[in-house]
């Protein structure tokens, strides 16, 4: 799109009920492309419900073959012909006026590689959550506390190659494993501020959260591998973050390789009701 700076990439697989509402949700007074990639969907409704966006303004792309959230991702950021790429998924929303003023944020620190912020939950409940203010590599070496969509520069997130890729049964994490990637080359970020959401997140059902559960142990493994810097620093990232002590201590429980169960999240939230904060919010 001519005069366009952000394109806004929502990757959508088998959604026939959301993805119209995210297209719709992204308003701005500028020109924004919006690229919708159909990441092989086969559910009938699906994609007749795709077939229609263009009609709302925005750029169909299909993939024959799923192959999972972050080939999706990487299928955008190939595809974005603007400077900035926001991923939105497709069962989340926009808020309006948002995206440029994060493309703003980025225009006025070039060296900046990302401008993110926390996202507002809703569905069975609403809230805040805020994220980190900078790139704590303490942190990362349990849990990315970073949100799952941002504004990205695109030719960096190019050339370090985007998100990692894995099938759309196997894949969580793919965002933590990019987040580590600018920690490691040291890649400057731009944070928006507490308490001021990039965009709305809808909660995700049950059958994500069994999906993390089964997956944790696996797919943090796996970061580690590519990430060994991230342990072998532990000591030292220590000393750097500003993370309390009680969470210090919490992450390792709570975030560790070892299994997930069902009845985390009530301890979690037990103990956030009693002062001990486990994650962002």
């Not at 991702?73 to 991923?87: I, K, M």
């Amino acid at each position: 799109m001519s005069g366009a700076r952000i394109t806004i990439g929502i990757p959508c697989y088998n959604d026939h009920r959301f993805v119209a509402d995210a297209v719709r949700s992204v308003q701005e007074d500028e020109p924004v492309e919006i690229v919708v990639v159909d990441d092989g969907s086969d559910d009938p409704r699906a994609i007749e419900a795709l077939s229609r966006l263009p009609e709302l303004g925005a750029r169909l792309v299909r993939r024959e073959v799923n192959a999972g959230l972050g080939a999706a991702r990487n299928t955008l950021l190939a595809e974005a012909r603007t400077p900035y790429l926001f991923n939105l998924d497709s069962d989340d929303l926009g808020i309006p006026g948002r995206f440029a003023a994060m493309a703003d944020r980025l225009d006025a620190d070039p060296a900046a590689v990302v401008c993110y912020g926390g996202y507002e939950e809703f569905g069975a409940h609403s809230s805040i959550r805020d994220a980190p203010s900078w790139l704590d590599p303490f942190r990362l070496a349990w849990i990315s506390e970073y949100p799952p969509s941002a504004m990205w520069r695109v030719e960096p997130i190019r050339a370090v190659g985007g998100w990692p890729e894995a099938p759309q049964s196997q894949a969580i994490y793919e965002d933590w494993r990019l987040w580590a990637t600018l920690s490691r080359e040291r890649m400057p970020t731009v944070y928006l501020g507490r308490g001021v959401p990039s965009y709305r997140r809808r909660l995700h059902g049950e059958s994500q959260l069994s999906l993390v559960r089964r997956r944790h142990r696996a797919a943090w493994l796996d970061i580690h591998r590519h990430h060994p810097e991230l342990l072998r620093n532990l000591r030292r990232n220590r000393r750097l973050t500003d993370l309390p002590l009680t969470r210090q201590l919490v992450f390792p429980i709570f975030y560790g390789p070892r299994p997930r169960f069902g009845f985390e999240p009530k301890v979690r939230f037990w103990l956030e009701r009693h002062g001990v904060r486990t994650a962002s919010s």
